[in-house]
C-alpha cells in the first residue's frame, strides 16, 4: 500500500507537468485517474500549468474497513509552482503546503489499487489550484 502510495504521488506530479494523467491507471482505478485529471483540465483551462514536488510524507495510520479494503492516512508536505503556459513564466509559488490525506485503496488481482484520496485537513490555507 505505501509504494502505491508513493508511486502514485509521484504520477501525480508527473501528470500535472506533462499535462497528462493516464499514468494514473498504473496504481489507480479508473474513476481516481478521471478525477485527477479534471482537476488538471480546470487548472489548464486558466491557461496555468502547475508544478509539484512532494517534500516530505508521513504515514500516520491504516485501518481496514473491509476485506480487500484500507484506509490510509497521510501527512504530507508539498511545493506547488504555476507557470502560464504560453510564456512559460512563473505566476504564483506555494512552498511547504501542508496536506492531511486519506487514501481509501482496494485489493485487486493481488495489488492494492488506489480507489479515491480526501484532502482531509490542511495544515494552512493555499490557492484553490493547490488543492487536490
Request: net charge neutral; charged share 35%; no cysteine.
Amino acid at each position: 500500500m505505501k509504494n502505491a502510495i508513493l508511486r502514485y504521488n509521484e504520477l501525480l506530479a508527473f501528470g500535472y507537468e506533462h499535462l497528462d494523467m493516464t499514468h494514473l491507471q498504473e496504481v489507480t482505478n479508473e474513476r481516481q485517474a478521471e478525477k485527477a485529471y479534471f482537476h488538471m483540465a480546470a487548472i489548464g483551462e486558466g491557461g496555468v500549468r502547475m508544478l509539484s514536488r512532494l517534500k516530505r510524507i508521513d504515514f500516520t495510520g491504516v485501518s481496514f474497513p473491509s476485506p480487500g479494503k484500507a484506509s490510509v492516512r497521510t501527512r504530507e508536505v508539498w511545493d506547488f509552482v504555476y507557470h502560464d503556459m504560453k510564456s512559460g513564466a512563473k505566476m504564483e509559488e506555494e512552498r511547504d503546503f501542508g496536506y492531511l490525506m486519506t487514501y481509501t485503496l482496494e485489493e485487486e488481482g493481488g495489488r492494492w489499487l488506489i480507489t479515491d484520496s480526501v484532502a482531509a485537513g490542511e495544515e494552512k490555507k493555499t490557492r484553490k489550484e493547490g488543492r487536490r
